[in-house]
Nanobody, 122 residues
Framework: QVQLVESGGGLVQAGGSLRLSCAAS????????MGWYRQTPGKQRELVAT???????SYADSVKGRFTISRDSAENTMWLQMNSLKPEDSAVYYC????????????????WGQGTQVTVSS
């Protein structure tokens, strides 16, 4: 079993910054892509940013230039530095990870964290 735990959410004024963390633990042989997603009530979960095991990153257009995703593969930890926050960034932020749980099993599984609330006041 693999667990992902997010932390770092909270309330911040527009223009402020927050740093989210996601720590993966459990039966992990290797983690490939890790990502951050967000969701607001009544809307579908949307991609915010991803980072591969090789360090390649991608971002939603709405956060480019303001958010930075990073990871420490040795520690199975990922972060999302969010700067210049806007009220429209308010959402529950979820991390996910594509995990190979055993060296002898090539199949990968996708795991999700429980989410952390980010609220940006205007």
């Amino acid at each position: 079993q693999v667990q992902l735990v997010e932390s770092g959410g909270g309330l911040v004024q527009a223009g402020g910054s927050l740093r989210l963390s996601c720590a993966a633990s459990g039966s992990i042989f290797s983690i490939f892509v890790m990502g951050w997603y967000r969701q607001t009530p009544g809307k579908q979960r949307e991609l915010v940013a991803t980072v591969t095991s090789g360090g390649r990153t991608s971002y939603a257009d709405s956060v480019k230039g303001r958010f930075t995703i990073s990871r420490d593969s040795a520690e199975n930890t990922m972060w999302l530095q969010m700067n210049s926050l806007k009220p429209e960034d308010s959402a529950v932020y979820y991390c996910n990870a594509e995990v190979q749980v055993q060296a002898t099993m090539r199949r990968r599984y996708l795991y999700w964290g429980q989410g952390t609330q980010v609220t940006v006041s205007s």
